[in-house]
């Protein structure tokens, strides 16, 4: 099995513009290997959306492309007044803007996702049910598109695991993004009682295809240091849950070889306003300093390379997994 780290966008530069090709050179000679971005962030025209895919198709990187069903990069303002209906045209038109992309490549298409933004917290089951057997419908519509997931988000309809596991059962092959991060400070605990760990392992993990790894606590989404003592108890139930989903998805594998499991490590940078003043909603770190105080590479290079380590830990117990590799 081979693990594929992408970095966000966040925080990184010239990805609308500038020589696309010398950073995701760049980018590969750090050791990532592709990046997660939305159609905005890389470029504001379908021919600048193809350069940059380009790009990174010239430097071997994959990509994956985040869609949204409203609030576009998540910028409000949020519409409780938009229906299901408008929330799944929206996605619709977002979808077949990537598969046009993805269909444009020449050779084989770089992009290997699309991660969902999907729906409203505000919205009933039955509301739900309708967005989502209809996005899988367009999905299995659009064949030239790639995989498509639904990220477990904050202020989106799979904002907490119990709504999750609930629909789950109503639209089995629905699948997921998991970010863990958004979860824990939701529901303000690592969710680690024995009910909750039946739920996420039999119900959750083996819906899930992409990883979002970013580390969070109870009362914060993101930690400046991963190995900073304060937070080792929260970042070993991130970790935890991770080699939870790689054991379902080697489970779930035709070839365990061959599989490739992905995951995009993602920080935010500092949150300023239009005339540069902090605005405050960055998380802060242990010494009650904005995350992005300490340099954002420097939390991102922590995060991918614990991530890797512990991926290649993981991969090597062979013993406890009992599968073959």
Same mark, same amino acid.
């Given at each position: 099995?081979?693990?594929?780290?992408?970095?966000?966008?966040?925080?990184?530069?010239?990805?609308?513009?500038?020589?696309?090709?010398?950073?995701?050179?760049?980018?590969?000679?750090?050791?990532?290997?592709?990046?997660?971005?939305?159609?905005?962030?890389?470029?504001?025209t379908y021919e600048e959306r193809r350069e940059c895919l380009a790009a990174a198709q010239s430097e071997g990187m994959s990509f994956?492309?985040?869609?949204y069903s409203s609030w576009t990069?998540?910028?409000?303002?949020?519409? %409780?007044?938009?229906?299901?209906?408008? $929330?799944?045209?929206?996605?619709? +038109? *977002?979808?077949? !803007?990537? /598969?046009?992309?993805?269909?444009?490549?020449?050779?084989?298409?770089?992009l290997i996702r699309v991660n969902a933004h999907s729906g409203s917290d505000a919205w009933s089951e039955s509301e739900a049910l309708e967005y989502f057997e209809r996005a899988v419908a367009d999905v299995r519509a659009l064949d030239v598109l790639p995989a498509v997931s639904h990220e477990t988000h904050r202020g989106r309809y799979l904002c907490c695991p119990f709504a999750t596991a609930r629909l789950l059962a109503k639209v089995p092959s629905l699948?997921?993004?998991?970010?863990?991060?958004?979860?824990?400070?939701?529901?303000?605990?690592?969710?680690?009682?024995?009910?909750?760990?039946?739920?996420?392992?039999?119900?959750? %993990?083996?819906?899930?295809?992409?990883? $979002?790894?970013?580390?969070?606590t +109870? *009362?914060?989404? !993101?930690? /400046?240091?991963?190995?900073?003592?304060?937070?080792?108890?929260?970042?070993?139930?991130?970790y935890e849950w991770w080699e939870i989903v790689w054991d379902a998805r080697e489970r779930s594998s035709i070839s365990a070889r061959d599989t490739r499991l992905s995951a995009t490590v993602e920080y935010g940078p500092l949150e300023l306003s239009t005339g540069g003043e902090y605005r405050g909603y960055t998380p802060v770190d242990m010494r009650l300093e904005p995350v992005a105080g300490v340099a954002l590479e420097t939390t991102l290079e922590r995060a991918r390379t614990r991530l890797a380590e512990r991926f290649e830990r993981w991969h090597a117990d062979v013993g406890r997994r009992g599968i073959v590799v």
């Open positions: 099995m081979r693990l594929l780290q992408l970095r966000s966008a966040w925080g990184l530069a010239n990805l609308r513009a500038g020589d696309r090709c010398r950073t995701m050179a760049a980018l590969r000679t750090s050791g990532w290997h592709g990046v997660e971005a939305s159609l905005d962030d890389i470029g504001g994956i492309l985040s869609a990069n998540y910028e409000g303002p949020f519409d %409780a007044a938009r229906t299901v209906a408008s $929330h799944g045209d929206a996605l619709l +038109a *977002q979808l077949r !803007q990537i /598969a046009e992309l993805s269909s444009s490549t020449q050779g084989s298409s770089p699948r997921l993004t998991s970010d863990f991060s958004h979860w824990v400070v939701k529901c303000e605990r690592l969710l680690d009682s024995a009910e909750e760990h039946r739920l996420l392992t039999s119900t959750i %993990a083996p819906a899930v295809d992409h990883v $979002h790894a970013r580390i969070g +109870a *009362q914060s989404p !993101q930690v /400046a240091d991963v190995e900073h003592a304060a937070v080792a108890q929260a970042a070993e139930r991130f």
